[in-house]
C-alpha cells in the first residue's frame, strides 16, 4: 500500500455569504471526499472547516498513490481474429495495436459465447499529487452557488474572489494551481489582528497555527460554541437570556473569526412598540441578540459578538448602540403613522400594486382569495364571514410604512393593525397566520380561519403563477411555489381538514384570469405537481414507508388528503400482516388476468354457475367480508378494512389452487371473472396492494 498523510487544503477568499458559509463548508467536504473515493486513493476520516475567509478540509491518512491494479482488455472472437491458416486478421493485429503490444503477447479466455483474445496489463497507480488539482477544482464547481462572480483578467469563477491556496499532503507542498492561483503552505489570519503571512507546517499543525498566530478560529462548530457560550454569558450579565439565538447563531458564527461577545442598550420607550418589531429592529438589520427576563419580556438591552479585541470596548459598544437607535426611532415613527388610518382604509391602494404581470394586482389577488376560502369554508361549515373579512384584509398591511421598512413583518404587523382598527381577535388571527407556513418546520395556523385563508393564498398562487407558464424547472424556483405546495399539505394533513383537493384545485383554477394553460390541463399540472409534493413529504415523514406503499394509495386518488393520511397507514399495517405477501401477488394475478381478458365490466356473479367448491368457498368468503367491510368504508375504518381481508388469504388462495379461471365455456369464464373483480373491487377500496411486493 502506498504511504499515507493527512492532506490539508484551504481556500481563502474575500468575505463569503454568511448566510451560506456553513452549506458550502459542508457540501465542499463531501464533494471533495467523493472524488478521492472515485479516484481510488485510501483515505481516513474528513474533516470540514470554514470561516468569512476560508474553506478548508482535512484528509486523515490520505494515500500518497493510487494502488496498482489489473487491468483486462477484451479483443475479438478468436474466430474472427485468426483465419484459417491461423494467421492474425485486420481485426486482431488492430487490437494488438490498441493495446501497445503484439498479437503473440494477447492471451485468450473461454466464455459461454465461446474463445476471445484478451490483453492483461497492470495499470500504474496516479498519484495523490498529479490526481487531486482536478479532484479539488471539480469539488469546487459542484458548490452550491447561485451566482458565480469573475475577478481580475482571470476566467475564474467562485462565489468570491480567491486570494490563496493552501495544499499540503503531510509536510509536503502539492506543486499546482487551484483556480489559477499557484498552491503553497501559507494562509492568512485575521484582517485585523494579524499582518503578513501565517505558514503552515502541515495538516495537523493549521488550526493551532491559525489561533496562534492568526487569531482565527477556523473551525466553524468550535466557533458557533464560543458565539453561543459567550452571547448567553453576555445576557445572564444584565439580568436576561438571548431571545431566539438559534436562528442567529450560524449566521453571526459565519461573520466572525475571532468572536468577542459585547452587550449594549437603548432606550426603554422602545420597548413599547410591539415585540415582534424590535426583535426584527434587532436580528434582522443587526444580527444583534435580544435579551428578555426570566417571563419572555424584553429588556433594553442586546448583545452583539464583535470581530476583535478592541482596547477600547466602550467605543465599540458606543457604535453599536448608534447604529440601532435610528432604526427603532423609524420603527416607532411608521408605528404611530401607520395606526392613524384603519387597515381597511387601505383595500383601494392595493388596486395600484401590481402583484405579477398577467395576474392583475394585490387586490385582485385579494378578491380571489376570498372567494376561495369563503367557499372553503362553506365546504366545512367553517366561519365563512370570518375567513372573507380576513381575505378583504391580509395584504393591507404590505402597503403600511412598518412592513416597507420590515417586510419580514407581513401578516404580523397586519394583526397589530387589525386590532387597533376594531377588527375582531379571530380576524385579526387569521391574517397574522396566512403566511405560515413560511418555511420548513414552520409553525401552522392556529385558528381554523388561518388555515383555511393560508390554503386559499398559497393554491392561488400556484394556480395563478402555472397559468401564465411559469411554474418551477430544475432547480429554479423564484415564486417558492415547491414550499407553496407543501404549505397546503401539510395543513391539510397536520391539521385534519377533510378537504376535496381536486375540487380545491378546480376552483382556485376558475378563479384565475385567463393564461397561457387553462382548464382541466391546469388543474392536471397543479394535481401532478401537488402529490409529487406529496410523495416526498410522507417519505421524509416516515423513513420506513416504500415508494410502492404510497403508489398503492395514490393510484386511487383519494378525495382528501386526511383520507389518504389513514389510507396510507392502513397499507403500512396490512404489509406487516403475515397474510399480505400471498394476498398482494394474488391481486396481482388477478389484475393481470382481467387485463388480459380486456378488463370486462358489468359482469356479475351468477351462483348457478359456480361448479367447484373452491370457487363457492372463495364467493360465499366474498359476501361475508362485503357485509362486514361497509359500514367500515363508511367510517373510513381502512386498516381494520385490510385486516377483514387478511382472512380471504386461505380461500384466495384454495381458489388458484384448484380453479381454472380461463374455462372453456364462455359463461363460467366470464363468471370466475365476475369472481375475481368482485374480489379486486373489495381490495381497491382502500388501495392498490397489487402493487406492494412483500417477502
Known amino acids: 500500500m502506498s504511504k499515507a498523510a493527512d492532506f490539508l487544503v484551504e481556500i481563502g477568499t474575500e468575505e463569503l455569504p454568511p448566510k451560506a458559509l456553513r452549506s458550502l463548508m459542508v457540501a465542499f467536504g463531501e464533494n471533495l471526499s467523493a472524488g478521492i473515493d472515485e479516484a481510488r486513493l485510501s483515505r481516513g476520516d474528513v474533516h470540514t472547516y470554514a470561516s468569512p475567509r476560508r474553506l478548508a478540509v482535512i484528509v486523515n491518512q490520505l494515500a500518497s498513490s493510487q494502488i496498482d491494479r489489473a487491468v483486462e482488455q477484451k479483443g475479438p472472437p478468436v474466430s474472427v481474429a485468426f483465419n484459417d491458416d491461423n494467421e492474425p486478421t485486420p481485426a486482431a493485429t488492430a487490437f494488438a495495436a490498441r493495446c501497445g503490444t503484439s498479437v503473440d503477447e494477447l492471451e485468450r479466455i473461454e466464455t459461454s459465447k465461446g474463445e476471445w483474445l484478451i490483453y492483461k496489463s497492470i495499470e500504474q ?22 451566482r458565480r462572480m469573475r475577478w481580475g483578467a482571470s476566467d475564474a469563477e467562485f462565489v468570491r474572489p480567491v486570494h490563496w491556496i493552501v495544499l499540503l499532503h503531510g509536510d509536503d507542498v502539492i506543486d499546482a494551481s487551484i483556480m489559477g492561483i499557484a498552491a503553497g503552505r501559507d494562509s492568512r489570519g485575521h484582517r485585523f489582528h494579524s499582518s503578513g503571512p501565517i505558514s503552515i507546517g502541515s495538516p495537523g499543525d493549521y488550526l493551532r497555527a491559525l489561533e496562534d498566530k492568526g487569531h482565527v478560529i477556523a473551525d466553524f462548530v468550535r466557533r458557533r460554541g464560543m458565539v453561543r457560550e459567550g452571547v448567553d454569558a453576555a445576557a445572564e450579565r444584565v439580568g436576561g437570556q438571548v431571545v431566539d ?151 393591507c398591511d404590505l402597503v403600511t410604512g412598518m412592513v416597507g421598512e420590515f417586510p419580514d413583518l407581513q401578516g404580523i404587523m397586519g394583526r397589530y393593525y387589525a386590532i387597533s382598527g376594531g377588527e375582531s381577535e379571530a380576524v385579526a388571527d387569521a391574517i397574522a397566520e ?81 393564461g397561457k394553460v387553462r382548464g382541466d390541463e391546469l388543474a392536471t399540472e397543479l394535481y401532478n405537481f401537488i402529490t409529487d409534493r406529496l410523495r ?64 370486462p365490466e358489468g359482469l356479475q356473479v351468477k351462483t348457478k354457475l359456480l361448479e367447484l367448491d373452491a370457487e363457492k368457498a372463495l364467493h360465499n368468503a366474498l359476501q361475508n367480508s362485503r357485509e362486514k367491510v361497509a359500514p367500515m368504508l ?32 364462455d359463461a363460467v369464464k366470464n363468471n370466475r371473472l365476475a369472481l375475481l373483480g368482485e374480489l379486486r373491487a373489495l381490495f381497491l377500496d382502500v388501495a392498490d396492494i397489487s402493487r406492494l411486493s412483500i417477502g
Not at 439565538?245 to 459565519?254: H, P, R, T
Not at 448583545?303 to 448602540?321: F, Y
Request: net charge negative.
Open 125 to 146: 497507480g496516479k498519484s495523490a499529487a498529479e490526481l487531486l488539482p482536478d479532484i479539488i477544482e471539480r469539488a469546487l464547481a459542484a458548490l452550491p452557488i447561485p
Open 245 to 395: 439565538g438559534e436562528s442567529l447563531y450560524d449566521e453571526v458564527a459565519s461573520l466572525v473569526e475571532w468572536p468577542v461577545p459585547i452587550v449594549g442598550g437603548f432606550e426603554e420607550l422602545y420597548l413599547d412598540l410591539p415585540r415582534e418589531v424590535v426583535v426584527s429592529t434587532l436580528t434582522g438589520h443587526q444580527r444583534y441578540f435580544p435579551v428578555a427576563d426570566d417571563n419572555g419580556k424584553l429588556l433594553p438591552h442586546f448583545v452583539t459578538v464583535a470581530n476583535l479585541e478592541s482596547r477600547d470596548p466602550k467605543q465599540v459598544i458606543e457604535g453599536n448602540e448608534r447604529v440601532i437607535r435610528p432604526r427603532l426611532a423609524d420603527a416607532a415613527f411608521f408605528w404611530d403613522s401607520d395606526r392613524k388610518k384603519p387597515l381597511a382604509s387601505r383595500e383601494e391602494v392595493l388596486r395600484d400594486v401590481v402583484y405579477q404581470r398577467g395576474l392583475g394586482s394585490l387586490f385582485d389577488k385579494s378578491q380571489r382569495i376570498g372567494r376561495l376560502a369563503g367557499w372553503l369554508a362553506k365546504q366545512l361549515d367553517g366561519d365563512k364571514d370570518t375567513v372573507e373579512r380576513a381575505a378583504q384584509l391580509a395584504k
Open 434 to 514: 396566512h403566511y405560515q407556513p413560511r418555511f420548513a418546520g414552520d409553525e401552522l395556523p392556529a385558528s381554523e380561519a388561518g388555515q383555511l385563508l393560508a390554503i386559499a393564498d398559497k393554491l392561488d398562487t400556484l394556480a395563478g403563477v402555472f397559468s401564465i407558464g411559469k411554474k418551477p424547472s430544475g432547480n429554479r424556483d423564484p415564486f417558492g411555489l415547491r414550499r407553496a405546495a407543501l404549505g397546503i399539505l401539510r395543513i391539510l394533513i397536520e391539521c385534519g381538514i377533510d378537504a376535496d383537493l381536486k375540487a380545491l384545485i378546480d376552483r382556485a383554477v376558475d378563479e384565475q384570469p385567463e
Open 536 to 599: 416526498r413529504y410522507f417519505l421524509d415523514r416516515d423513513a420506513g414507508l416504500r415508494i410502492e406503499t404510497f403508489d398503492a394509495v395514490l393510484v386511487r386518488q383519494p378525495a382528501s388528503l386526511v383520507d389518504f393520511d389513514r389510507r396510507l397507514a392502513a397499507v403500512q399495517t396490512f404489509a406487516r400482516l403475515e397474510q399480505a405477501e400471498s394476498l398482494a401477488a394474488a391481486n396481482k394475478r388477478i389484475a393481470n388476468i382481467l387485463r388480459k381478458a380486456g378488463d
Open 634 to 665: 363508511e367510517q373510513r375504518r381502512y386498516a381494520e378494512i385490510l385486516n377483514e381481508l387478511a382472512d380471504l388469504r386461505d380461500p384466495v388462495d384454495r381458489f388458484f389452487d384448484e380453479v381454472m379461471v380461463m374455462a372453456d365455456s
